[in-house]
T-cell receptor, first 116, second 112 residues
Framework: DVKVTQSSRYLVKRTGEKVFLECVQD?????MFWYRQDPGLGLRLIYF???????EKGDIPEGYSVSREKKERFSLILESASTNQTSMYLC???????????????FGPGTRLTVT | ELKVEQNPLFLSMQEGKNYTIYCNYS?????LYWYRQDPGKSLESLFV?????AVKQEGRLMASLDTKARLSTLHITAAVHDLSATYFC????????????FGQGTRLTINP
């Protein structure tokens, strides 16, 4: 059974703190993604990675950075958290090869981050 | 730039009724996904539609894809309360790594 896990379900941080959100997948997927979800806006892509140490900006990368040192782990970093980064953060992974049967993204349970 | 729009954004319906959620997208794509999200939970994959005319069904849900019209529909037949959730469509940008662009989501409430 495929599995994507995230380090915390709920997180409360103060403005200016450095925040790490961790995501681990056990499916040997090459692609990994970080989204944020806000009411009425759907999911918006922050960063993605298609290989170890590779990263690409998504649609809303400002204020975020990422790290992928191992294939199974993708971290999202908020260097200095701000209140407008209060949101639900979802991690996902997918295989690289479009030809595979299950070429789709699998999502983790999400981390609800509140910045006060 | 690929844009994906769903309508309606909110839908309240009675059990036993039929309804359709629409997903329009702005540029060519070869793959469209439907996901379900329950409150406080993550996204669960429902359907992957790969070609023009593709139709997939699971229980009371049926999804179809018209790539020429750039339109997908999610049809609910004889709704039951358990189908209450938020439904998202997402379109694959095709080029490079798999980048999905999501619609805003449709919050479906089914009343007894």
């Amino acid at each position: 059974d495929v599995k994507v896990t995230q380090s915390s379900r709920y997180l409360v941080k103060r403005t200016g703190e450095k925040v790490f959100l961790e995501c681990v997948q056990d499916m040997d997927h090459e692609n990994m993604f970080w989204y944020r979800q806000d009411p009425g806006l759907g999911l918006r892509l922050i960063y993605f990675s298609y290989d170890v140490k590779m990263k690409e900006k998504g649609d809303i990368p400002e204020g975020y950075s990422v790290s992928r040192e191992k294939k199974e782990r993708f971290s999202l970093i908020l260097e200095s958290a701000s209140t407008n980064q209060t949101s639900m953060y979802l991690c996902a992974s997918s295989p690289l090869d479009r030809a595979v049967t299950r070429y789709e993204q699998y999502f983790g349970p999400g981390t609800r981050l509140t910045v006060t | 730039e690929l844009k994906v729009e769903q309508n309606p954004l909110f839908l309240s319906m009675q059990e036993g009724k039929n309804y359709t959620i629409y997903c329009n997208y702005s540029t060519t794509s070869d793959r469209l996904y439907w996901y379900r999200q329950d409150p406080g939970k993550s996204l669960e994959s429902l359907f992957v539609l790969l070609s023009n005319g593709a139709v997939k069904q699971e229980g009371r849900l049926m999804a179809s894809l018209d790539t020429k019209a750039r339109l997908s529909t999610l049809h609910i037949t004889a709704a039951v309360h358990d189908l209450s959730a938020t439904y998202f469509c997402a379109v694959d940008e095709v080029q490079g790594a798999q980048k999905l662009v999501f619609g805003q989501g449709t919050r479906l409430t089914i009343n007894p």
